[in-house]
Structure formats: C-alpha cells, structure tokens
C-alpha cells in the first residue's frame, strides 16, 4: 500500500501534553490515524510563548507532508486564545479539570519506559539537562523508527511517512546514548591532542554520527 502525500485529502486528529523527565518539561504530540507519529519538544519554560513556538513547528511539519490536523485534543493547561492559534483551522477539545488525554498519556508513559532501561544500561548516577534532553530525542526517535500494528498494511514507518527519512539501516555502526568515546578532533604536524574524552548523545545523522557531550 502507497501513500499519496500530495494530494493533501488526509484529515487527522493530534493528541498533546506536557511531560516532565527529571523536571524538565517536554512538549509531547501524538498523532492518530496512518501517521501515528510521536514527537517530543524539549521547552525551556512552559510560557505559553514557548508552547506556542513549538505547536507552530509541529503544525508547519504536518503541512508541508500534505496532512490537515482535524481536532487537537490537550488538558486546560494549553486553554488559551493564544495557544490555539498555533492551530487556526483546527478544533480543540480541552478536557475537563483534573482529566487527561489518553492516547498521549499513554504515548508518555511509553516514552519514559524507554528511557528508564537507557538510563539503567550505562553507568551514571546523575545526569545533566543536557543528557536528559537527548536521551527523550533517542528513545522518541526510535519509537518512530519502525511501522507498528495501528498503520495496517502500510509498511513504512512514522518517521518515513512526516519526516521523509528512509528506512533505519541496521548495518550502519552506532554509538548508543551514554557510551564513553574518544572524539576526533582534527590532525595538526605536531603533537597537539587529536581526541577527547565525551559522552555520547543522540545520533545527528543516519550515517553513525552522534551530538556529544565533552568533558
């Protein structure tokens, strides 16, 4: 089964939320229907500023793939003029007081299941704002990495339908989140450095690269 993106006829529906990993907030979306993408925007603050900013990528991200979003569903904290705008043509369900969302609830809950393991794999106590940052992206991107049982017969993945990214190729060597590298820095005639000691971070390229953190 193919998908046409250029048609722009695909109506669906965005779940939102915020979430907090060490207390630090992140925008989580959650997308239904053939997309069922999830995407997690680190905030540095929870103005609604900052919210608006991120919803307006995430609305641009859906738009330039042909896809309309219907009816954002999210809790009174995004009850704002302001922050619906980010969504002019869409309609927003805000639930109750004291309720929530349930798709993205559950689409955190999953996110942070993914993390908890990454964490426990490597051998830090304590992690700075930088590393929890990146290991959300890792766990996020990979989630979206792979198709799963709600797209049906469509064999690609969230990322490759809203992204464009191809598939994952597993033959290519990665550094997972948190190893211990030497990184090259560069050659000089002398006997200057050539590496340094850091910590490794979500990958920035599908060839193996990785963001790192330098001691």
């Known amino acids: 089964m193919s998908l046409n993106l250029d048609k722009g006829q695909e109506i669906i529906n965005l779940h939102i939320d915020i979430m907090f990993v060490n207390k630090i907030p992140f925008l989580v979306c959650k997308s239904d229907g053939v997309v069922n993408h999830l995407k997690s925007h680190f905030l540095p603050s929870r103005s609604k500023s900052n919210i608006c900013k991120k919803l307006k990528l995430v609305s641009g991200m859906y738009h330039r793939r042909g896809f309309k979003i219907g009816v954002v569903y999210a809790d009174n904290e995004f009850d704002f003029d302001e922050v ?31 993390c908890r393991p990454m964490c426990h794999s490597i051998p830090f106590v304590a992690y700075t704002k930088l590393m929890t940052v990146h290991l959300v992206i ?3 991107k990979w989630l979206n990495s792979f198709p799963c049982h709600q797209m049906g017969s469509l064999n690609l993945s969230p990322a490759n339908i809203l992204e464009g990214k191809g598939d994952i190729d597993l033959n290519v060597k990665r550094v997972p989140f948190g190893t211990y590298v030497l990184a090259y820095i560069g050659t000089k005639n002398n006997m200057s450095v050539r590496s340094v000691p850091a910590i490794s971070l979500s990958e920035s390229n599908k060839s193996g690269g990785n963001f790192l953190c330098l001691f």
């Open 84 to 114: 619906k705008s980010s969504f002019q043509s869409s309609t927003w369900e805000i639930c109750a007081k004291g309720e929530h969302v349930p798709i993205v609830e559950r689409s955190v809950r999953t996110i942070k299941d993914r």
């Open 138 to 140: 890792s766990a996020t």
